[in-house]
């Protein structure tokens, strides 16, 4: 059984930065698409940076491209997510995702194409 649980969340001022993880468990694949999706409150979830566990593909919505990084490290079954230069627009609550495939490059931010889901952690940005 999969388990994703997120870490990293909190409250910092804009142009502050914060860096979330992603512990994960239960693959069976040795490639899975996982990565991080954000949702505000009255928006649709939306991705943010994806990749490939044990690959190097990444994806990065436009809105963070620039400002943040996704990493990984294989030893610690982590996903990272390094935000920089935050803004009060990239307040909302941070999942992780992911499937046991390999990421679609015209698909790879829609979260209903992912099936296992972290609990969440609060990102808030004020100006």
């Known amino acids: 059984r999969v388990q994703l649980v997120e870490s990293g969340g909190g409250s910092v001022q804009a142009g502050g930065a914060l860096r979330l993880s992603c512990v994960h468990s239960g693959y069976v694949y040795s490639r899975n698409c996982m990565g991080w999706f954000r949702q505000a409150p009255g928006k649709q979830r939306e991705g943010v940076a994806l990749t490939e566990t044990g690959g190097s593909v990444t994806y990065y919505a436009d809105s963070v491209k620039g400002r943040f990084t996704i990493s990984q490290d294989i030893t610690k079954n982590t996903v990272y997510l390094q935000m920089n230069s935050l803004k009060p627009e990239d307040t909302a609550m941070y999942y992780c995702?992911?499937?046991?495939?390999?990421?679609?490059?015209?698909?790879?931010?829609?979260?209903?194409?992912?099936?296992?889901w972290g609990q969440g952690t609060q990102v808030t940005v004020s100006s």
């Open positions: 995702g992911a499937d046991p495939r390999e990421c679609y490059p015209g698909a790879w931010s829609h979260a209903d194409e992912y099936h296992y």
